[in-house]
């Protein structure tokens, strides 16, 4: 009968349980049990989708009887004009007329907005011209006689520019903010002022102060602490004044419309202004930034394009003049600056144009009449949908929670140390079987703790018996009792390679369980690492009367794998094959490529020895297991190489599989993934 698990060889092999003289297989892992799939009726999630359907059908009842009892007919068309969208229409003409001279190029922009809103949308001159039409039919129908609104981005509709820009309003002239005309920037001006902005946010944020770039219509850009509290900037040495410099352009455009304003002012009498750079006149004063409040110096007229540049002009700063400071007088230079911008920007912006809103064909339809009595309807069918879903819900969720609820305890009284137990087993539906894979795991967890237990008790022992000869020899020699001569050293020699193998045993193992054991791939060929094997065991061999053989003359199959760990696993293989091998007998090595084509190479070890009792091959691959309790450690082994052969097997991503029949040998089977066809 075989030893059991060598801690130098670990050549113990295994049974499967099926009687004597039958064949059995084990790669050492315990399967659990398949269970055929739940039919859905049984499972939860059929449950789950019965009551879903439960209420979704009460549900549609409930709403088709609604529809019966409180409608005459369907509703085919949304009656009236949606603000929100009308607005978000408006403003993106408006951009367009903001932004271009004309209104050439617009009808692909109206053709885009009617496939989005599903409206039709026309643009006509005030003299109702048409520019565009987003009408598809040969014959469009006549546009209603009022129209939806007037596109003039001198001339703003303030509560559908304020729903279409997001609530930001307009100017308090009604000019919109995207007109800027000639203060727009050449592309060298913005990139210029944009690295000059850039540098001044990298300051801020040096001084711990958050900013971002914010680049106006104009392709101004201007710094914008966030919090919008600019009077942070003012201790730090990040001058921002540099960004408030006019460009040449922008100074130019400054100064026409400071004539434009003086002509009017003139026309009236009054003497001429000088304007800022943010519009505001009087006390020369800083840019505005867009999106804050000016200060109470002077009255301003908002600046729809960006704030002044960083291009900056020498000689640039002209000297202010500075009327009589009169509440006629403001009024009368904001209007003059208001008409002065009108004039400078008409030659920039589209004409003022007609905007339609309406139907495809249209026609309207009357709406929903919602009556008290319906209203009651409506109210009664959704509470007593309502309660259907909540008492449904109350039945299926305890019916599924309860034997959570005893999973979860139990779990609990698990973690605080008690004893593990079993819950009841309700079905066998999922929260069934999630009951007895939690009795399993509780069984298999009060196995381990067992065999942890062991472990730590063979390891004692195993430990302790080296440790005790090596002392008592020791201790024999300070009394006199034996001579320090070569065989005494010989046999402490012995007792300390016994114990340094047992430890390296020990280590191999653990580093294998951490996932640190380290593997060195290469290319091997499988007959010549056999080869190499046998010819290491070759002398204990012959010494035991045992032939040992590898099979083939052809090279075998080709693998990738760490070929010191290969053979340290058939090695352990071999050496206790040879060792449970009685005088004439045989230990064959073999290598081959699978036959299920996988790729996968099979090397094989098999011995004509005692073989092993099928009870017994369930635990070959336990660590410190041996058939035969009895046998001392010095002729049985440590009992732990097969364990070390499997985590070595698998570290290369393969299995080990055994083969026994008691009284005619032992067939051990490693599957290794290959890399290739066998060699010719």
Partial sequence: MRGGNDGAAGHGTDRDGEGPGRRGRR?????????????LRRSLLGRLLAVSALVAACSVAA?????????????????????TADARIYDTLLDYAARNPTWDGVGATVRELARESGRRIALTTQGR??????????????????????????????????????????????????????????????KALRRTADSKVECLNRAGIASDVVVGPSGRPRVQIVGND?????????????????????????????????????????????LNGDLSWGDPASSVIPGEEAGPLVPRVPLPAPAPSDAPVEDAAPSVVTPERTGENDRAIASCVSAARGEQLSSYVSSP?????????????????????????????AALVLALTVGASVFAGARLVRPLHALTGAAQRMR????????????????????????????????????????????????????????????AAQDGLADPDPAFVSSLLEEAVLLQHII????????????????????????????????????????AGVTLAVAGTAPGPALRADPVRLRQAVGNLVSNAVRHTPEGGRVTLRAYAAEEGDGAVLVEVADTGSGIPSEDLPHVFDRFWRAEKSRSRRTGGSGLGLAIVRKLVEAH??????ASVEGEGSTFVLRLPGTGPSGP
């Fill in 27 to 39: 790669d050492g892992r315990r399967e659990p049990p398949g269970r055929a799939r739940l039919p």
């Fill in 63 to 83: 709403t088709a009887w609604i529809a019966v009892q409180t409608t005459s007919g369907a509703i085919k068309q949304e009656q009236g004009q949606n603000l």
């Fill in 129 to 190: 011209q048409p520019l565009a039409d987003s009408a598809t039919a040969e014959t469009a129908p006549a546009l209603q006689p009022q129209a939806s609104a007037v596109v003039d981005p001198l001339s703003v509709d303030t509560v559908l520019a304020a729903r279409g820009t997001d609530g930001q309003g307009t100017a308090a002239d009604r000019i919109d903010p995207r007109a800027v005309g000639p203060f727009r920037l050449s592309t060298a001006d913005s």
């Fill in 230 to 274: 600019p009077e942070r900037a003012l201790g730090t040495r990040c001058d921002l004044a540099a960004l408030d410099t006019p460009t040449r352009s922008e100074q130019k455009a400054l100064d026409a419309l400071t004539g434009l304003a003086d002509a009017c002012l003139k026309r009236q009498g009054r003497e001429g202004v000088q």
């Fill in 353 to 381: 144009a007609l905007l339609f809103i309406g139907d495809e064909g249209g026609a309207t339809l009357p709406g929903f009449d919602l009556s008290p009595a319906n209203t009651a309807r409506i109210a009664g069918a």
């Fill in 416 to 475: 605080d140390g008690e004893q593990p137990e079993s819950v009841p087993v309700s079905g066998d539906d999922e929260v069934g079987r999630l009951a007895a894979a939690f009795n399993d795991m509780s069984a298999h967890r009060a196995r381990l703790e067992e065999q942890r237990k062991a472990m730590v008790s063979d390891v004692a022992h195993e430990l302790r018996t080296p440790l005790s000869n090596i002392r008592g020899w020791l201790e």
């Fill in 504 to 543: 390296d045993d020990l280590q191999d193992l653990a580093a294998a369980d951490a996932g640190v054991l380290r593997l060195h791939h290469e290319p091997v060929e499988a007959r010549e690492l056999l080869s190499q094997v046998a010819a290491a065991h070759q002398a204990r061999a012959e010494n």
């Fill in 653 to 658: 991503g393969g299995t080990v599989d055994a």
